[in-house]
């Protein structure tokens, strides 16, 4: 390996971090400069030719000639692969706007600087060396915080890209995912359990997609749940019971496809203990529509993420690290970390009447089911101006006397109202086999965010992925132990005014980096980053295929330009909106109006 | 020359019954041109109404069949129906007739651009309208049909304020008729008399059960010399087989006939025994005596044949009719009309001797036989065959269609004979029904009618103080409390109507008519409102003053001269 040195006064200057990383750098690659007949050296890295070795210029020439053509001055360019920089500088002398040359290979660049006079650089940016993640950023910076990433156009230098595919794969996948972002309007089908703790995050999402401006379809399964109830009522025998909750399960599940299929969705998103089938998951796919699933439960205690995780197109956890791994093992290559959120439409801070403040105020209080941790810790807290709420507490144990409408399941409305009237909110996340604080604890429950959300203060025990998301101290406080939780009671009920400052910290963090929108657009991102075309696109009633049709009807384009970004446009919706509108009611709309009657009648004549 | 579009998007038997309006039309503006827009289904039978100069034919198909597809079809359905109303538009219409009461004939009428509108139609901002009072009617009669004494033809007529009665008509071209001669001439024996029998229907459930056809048809082979000749759809050929396994002398032609060869053959017919179906319109467009089996939705006095003498016999069983959309698994009038009472009138009707009246004997118990007749003012009327003693509903739904005439005709002062009014009616009353021996007083209860003038004359001063000069339009706490006070008077009205369904037709008039005011200015509002009120009020008082005066006075009186002509005619006897 050569050990190269590099004295550079420009790139001291200019990227002092870049040259102190590469002053003294052992190369990857073995980098061999060679002369040209054309006087412009060439270079072989691995054997492989970076370039011509008869011209290397007139060859980057010939390759800007082609990349540049349909490329307008609005554009980013974005250049993979440095070299010798030959490419790189006979675009900058032609393309005069914004230019991103790409290299994650240090000994590349240390080669090419000491190689050739580099001129080009001090008018471009250069992302050098850097991860996949922080080129994007670089990127993102070029295009001067506009998302449009649709005006990142890439140029490929493709040895560069062969000697460093991984990371260009990635750079690609992440760039396709911003690039899809600005796909507006997709019709996303958010399914929802039939009952538990996943089926308010179900609608938490769907509400995000839609403030997102997607178009959302609901399927609620929650109205299944006295079915499922009946069905633990009509007999004794397991195997019956089994028998039909399994077709209870199958009619929900065919429900997706009837209802993905007529709405023309793009996705289909679950959460946790929605029902689905693998038939069903795979006529989805057989249309064109990716199947996501978010498992919002920890992934050792809830182990039938084996089963499913494998079937579905994407998998997004609460988790990372181990259970990543395990899935990886299974062969789950699209799953993603997509940690809990708060909807701020609906955990948002309160002014309460002094009723609710006597009604659900209190010193300290819980909210959330009576697991085994939690009945241990709280027992010793009993004699402090303490409220419980939720369900599943032993009622004939000491937690009784503070325990609040005997175990009643609060609403989220309720919900809100406690967390904003407590003063000290304790949230000991659950756990059945420990005595009190799980010191494995990774994931962070959604009470977490929602109690900032609400700028309510909380006591928090201590979670691996915490720090991630809350600067401790400054925006949350935690105790490693239950045996901190008296003193840091004590602490913070004589701190009124530090509570009041952690708690409107934790807020601000939750509306920058918590809420479900941005959830919600992480999950969209991941998503498209590897699907090309939303179905909705192909689908001949998505408003772009309409507006092309329409282009010799300036009438009509008119009216429909209003659903530009609207994805899948039915003759319903179009009606819909012109009945909800107000003022003169024009001769395009009125024949729509027309067209819709017709349906009707179609439909009264079930032809359609 | 005046240009007139007449909309009628229907079947069969609606269009045959516009054509009295057509005829009243080319009567009433003899140089006028008239375009009458249809169904496409029904080409030949709009070709066949005298009168239409222009057809415009809309294809249902056409329009949805783009739509029908997995999506793709928008732009293309939007093309055709631009190209569609683009043309109406461009026809320059002095006037449009919209018969359709549908809302989507309300929006083809809003693309027609013309500035005379009678029927549905959209406002400006895309609300339902519905200019014309008997539109309104009409409108008001399908939500509340069994209170409707007006036949189809009638209410078309006078939604296009054309002359009743009204004259049916349909052209049968030269080859029809040689058509039919030949059919005939193969089929029939010279002596017999030809029956038409149109067992299907548009619903299972207005369609008497073929079974029972059968058996009626066998009943009157036994005592007339009859040839069967058995009509009806493609569809219905079934219907048609299982009629002629019974009674082989019978003719199948169902979906056989062209709509012109129908005609021609209905025509050669000497009785039709049907159910409420189009070729029944054909057959009293034709003169075609009819014996109509109403059953299910059928309501008679709406869509019975038009003319005179033709027979309705219709089951006595509290669910008829039922709702258009109702689908009945009983089917329980079917049962109440025997073969029996329909071969027995058939034969009748034969022989020409149908009797002015029919005993209430055990025979007919189950069934109301009805005639078809028109009324002084040439309206089409139905007349019981068999007198039954006079009923609350009776007086009332005939007091109510007296009422309708006159208030909806805008007949001046019409409100203010109601001692002349109360003698007519009761005369014919007592020429349809046996009058009641005992007291008369509490056969009608008029309590709700009394709530509904309170609640008028309730809204007519409120409405009228509205509108008056003196509430100033700054005085925002007046102006909203009388416009509180108004929505609750019709709140209250809504109510009313539902504890008591007779006055439910005249509620709903009010609020159909009311729907259709428009402008912004407060106090014309506030004074269209008040008219509104005012006419309620009429209405309600003009049916509680003829009703008592029918059964105060003229009611007694009748029953005196009815007692008179008995004697005299023992006397002369």
Not at chain 2, 132 to 158: E, H, K, P, T
Not at chain 2, 248 to 256: E, T
């Amino acid at each position: 390996m050569n050990r190269i040195n590099v004295q550079n006064p420009w790139l001291s200057r200019s990227f002092p971090d870049l040259f102190m990383k590469i002053r003294d750098i052992t190369p990857n690659l073995t980098l061999e400069v060679n002369p040209t007949r054309s006087g412009h050296p060439t270079l072989k890295a691995d054997g492989i030719q970076v370039h011509s070795s008869y011209d290397p210029l007139r060859e980057a020439e010939s390759i800007a000639e082609k990349a540049l053509s349909g490329i307008n001055e609005n554009d980013v360019l974005v250049i993979c692969g440095l070299g010798l920089g030959y490419l790189a500088e006979v675009i900058r002398q032609r393309f005069h706007g914004k230019l991103v040359v790409v290299e994650p290979d240090l000994g590349m660049i240390h080669k090419a600087l000491s190689t050739r006079s580099l001129s080009f650089i001090p008018q471009a940016t250069a992302a050098f060396g850097l991860s996949p993640e922080d080129t994007t950023k670089v990127i993102q910076s070029a295009l001067e915080n506009s998302n449009d990433w649709k005006r990142v156009r890439l140029i490929k230098h493709q040895p560069s890209i062969k000697l460093n595919a991984g990371f260009y794969d990635e750079l690609n996948r992440i760039i396709n995912g911003r690039r899809n972002q600005c796909v507006e309007g997709l019709g996303i089908l958010v399914v929802t359990p039939i009952y538990g703790g996943s089926l308010p995050v179900a609608h938490y999402c769907a509400s995000a997609f839609e403030r997102l401006g997607h178009r959302v379809e609901l399927l609620d399964n929650e109205i299944y749940n006295n079915a499922r109830l009946q069905i633990e009522s009509i007999s004794s025998n397991r195997n019956h019971r089994n028998q039909l909750t399994g077709l209870l399960t199958t009619l929900m599940a065919e429900s997706i496809t009837a209802k993905a299929l007529d709405r023309a969705v793009d996705l289909v998103f679950l959460t946790a203990q929605s029902p689905m089938s693998p038939n069903v998951i795979r006529e989805l796919r057989g249309q064109g529509i990716p199947a996501a699933f978010w498992f919002v439960e920890d992934w050792q205690y809830f182990t039938y993420w084996r089963d499913w995780a494998p079937l579905y197109d994407y998998f997004f956890t609460i988790q990372k690290d181990g259970f990543n791994d395990a899935l990886a093992r299974i062969g789950v290559k699209k799953s993603h970390y997509l940690p809990l959120a708060a909807d701020t439409q609906v955990h948002k801070p309160l002014t309460l009447t002094e009723n609710e403040k006597a009604e659900f105020g209190s010193t300290i209080s819980h909210l959330g089911a009576g697991y085994h941790n939690r009945q241990e810790v709280f027992s010793g807290l009993t004699d402090l101006d303490f409220k419980l709420w939720g369900n599943d507490w032993d009622e004939l144990k000491s937690l009784g006397q503070i325990l609040q409408r005997e175990g009643a399941r609060l609403t989220t409305e309720e919900s809100v109202k406690v967390f904003n009237a407590t003063d000290i909110n304790i949230n000991l996340h659950s756990s059945p086999f420990h005595n009190g604080v799980n010191p494995e604890g990774d994931y962070v429950n959604p009470r977490t965010f929602e109690i900032a959300a609400c700028e309510g203060f909380q006591l928090v025990d201590e979670r691996s992925l915490l720090p991630e998301m809350f600067k401790i101290g400054s925006e949350i406080t935690t105790f490693k132990h239950e045996s901190e939780v008296r003193e840091l009671i004590n602490h913070y009920r004589a701190n009124p005014d530090e509570r009041r400052r952690i708690a409107t910290a934790a807020r601000r963090r939750v509306l920058a980096e918590h809420t479900y929108e941005i959830r919600m657009a992480e999950v969209l991102e991941f998503i498209y980053s590897y699907e090309t075309t939303p179905a909705s696109r192909r689908h001949p009633d998505h408003i772009d295929n309409l507006l092309e049709e329409a282009e010799d009807d300036p009438e009509l384009t008119g009216l429909l330009s209003h659903y530009k970004g609207k994805g899948v446009v039915t003759v319903e919706d179009i009606a819909d909106d012109i009945r909800k509108r107000e003022g003169e009611l024009t001769d395009p709309e009125a024949i729509f109006l027309l067209m819709y009657e017709f349906r009707n009648w179609a439909k009264e004549k079930e032809l359609v | 020359m005046k240009r007139i579009l007449i909309i009628n998007i229907a079947r069969m038997g609606d269009l045959i019954l516009s054509s009295p309006l057509v005829a009243g039309l080319k009567e009433k503006y003899p140089d006028c041109e008239i375009s009458l827009m249809h169904s496409a289904h029904f080409g030949d039978v709009v070709a066949a109404i005298p009168g239409v100069d222009h057809i415009i034919s809309l294809s249902m198909h056409d329009v949805i069949s783009p739509l029908l597809t997995n999506g793709g079809g928008i732009s293309k359905a939007y093309k055709l129906l631009k190209s569609i109303t683009d043309d109406l538009h461009n026809r320059n219409f002095d006037q449009v007739i919209n018969i359709t009461h549908t809302h989507f004939s309300a929006v083809i009428t809003s693309l027609v651009h013309c500035k005379t509108i009678v029927g549905m139609n959209l406002d400006f901002e895309g609300y339902k309208i519905v200019h014309g009072n008997w539109a309104n009617y009409y409108l008001n009669s399908c939500m509340n049909r069994s209170f409707n004494r007006f036949n189809q033809v009638d209410i078309n007529c006078r939604i296009g304020d054309v002359n009743l009665p009204g004259e049916l008509g349909l052209v049968i071209k030269d080859e029809a008729r040689i058509d039919a001669g030949r059919i005939i001439n193969k089929y029939k024996k010279s002596e017999r008399r030809l029956i038409a029998i149109i067992p299907g229907a548009s619903t299972p459930e207005k369609a008497w059960q073929v079974e029972l056809f059968a058996q009626t048809m066998a009943e009157i082979e036994k005592s007339n010399a009859v040839t069967f000749l058995i009509f009806g759809a493609r569809s219905e050929n079934e219907l048609g087989q299982k009629l002629n396994a019974v009674i082989p002398q019978s003719i199948n032609l169902c979906g056989k006939t062209s709509f012109q060869l129908l005609t021609a053959l209905i025509d050669e017919c000497d009785l039709m025994i049907t159910n409420d179906t189009g070729p029944m319109h054909i057959a009293a467009t034709v003169g075609t005596p009819v014996l109509d089996v109403s059953l299910g939705s059928a309501l008679s006095h709406e869509t019975a044949p038009y003319g005179r003498n033709h027979v309705v016999i219709e089951p006595r069983i509290e669910c008829y009719p039922c709702h258009p959309k109702q689908r009945c698994t009983h089917r329980s009038c079917h049962q109440r009309i025997s073969p029996f009472m329909v071969s027995e009138l058939a034969t009748m009707m034969l022989e020409e001797r149908l009797p002015d009246s029919l005993s209430d004997n055990q025979t007919f118990k189950d069934v109301n036989i009805l005639v078809t007749s028109f009324d002084k003012n040439g309206s089409w009327e139905l007349k019981p065959l068999i007198k039954r003693p006079l009923t609350a509903v009776d007086i009332y739904n005939q007091a109510l269609r007296e009422m309708w005439k006159m208030s909806l005709n805008g007949q001046p002062e019409w409100n203010n004979y109601y001692e002349i009014v109360a003698r007519e009616i009761s005369s014919e009353l007592r020429k349809d029904y046996i009058l009641p021996n005992n007291d008369l007083h509490n056969l009608v209860d008029l309590t709700s009618l009394r709530s509904l003038c309170t609640l008028a004359s309730r809204g007519l001063e409120e409405a009228t103080e509205l509108a008056s000069s003196e509430v100033n339009n700054t005085d925002i706490v007046k102006i909203s409390r009388l416009g509180e006070g108004l929505k609750n008077i019709d709140l209250d009205l809504i109510r009313l109507a539902y504890g008591s369904p007779e006055v439910k037709p005249l509620v709903s008039q009010y609020i159909y008519t009311k729907e259709n005011l428009t402008g912004w200015e407060l106090s014309s509002l506030a004074s269209q409102t008040a008219k509104l009120h005012e006419k309620l009020f009429n209405w309600a008082r003009a049916l509680i003053k003829w009703i008592n005066a029918i059964y105060e006075g003229a009611l007694k009186e009748e029953r005196v001269r009815e007692q008179v002509e008995k004697m005299t005619k023992c006397v002369s006897v």
